[in-house]
């Protein structure tokens, strides 16, 4: 059902639906992504942003501390 990796390997997910099962607690998590370009910075942390259109990769890694 998932994908074979190892501990703090990168993974590039499929944008909508991924699944990933949570290593603590067994559970499988429904994960959705996106990439935004960010227009404006506001001091209280709040970004302005767009989504960004076209040919474009993610990839992300989870670490347990």
Same mark, same amino acid.
């Given at each position: 059902? /998932?994908?074979?990796? =190892?501990?703090?390997?990168?993974? =590039?997910?499929?944008?909508?639906? @991924?699944?990933?099962?949570?290593? #603590? ?6 994960? #959705? /992504? !996106? ?5 404006? !910075? /506001? ?5 302005? @942003? ?5 040919? /474009? ?5 989870? !670490? !347990? =501390?």
């Amino acid at each position: 059902m /998932f994908p074979e990796q =190892k501990e703090n390997e990168w993974i =590039k997910p499929i944008m909508e639906n @991924y699944k990933a099962e949570c290593c #603590d607690c067994g559970l499988v998590h429904e994960i #959705d /992504f !996106r990439v935004v370009e960010i227009l404006k !910075r /506001f001091p209280n942390g709040e970004n302005e @942003y767009q989504p960004v259109e076209g040919n /474009f990769e993610i990839e992300f890694r989870v !670490r !347990r =501390k």
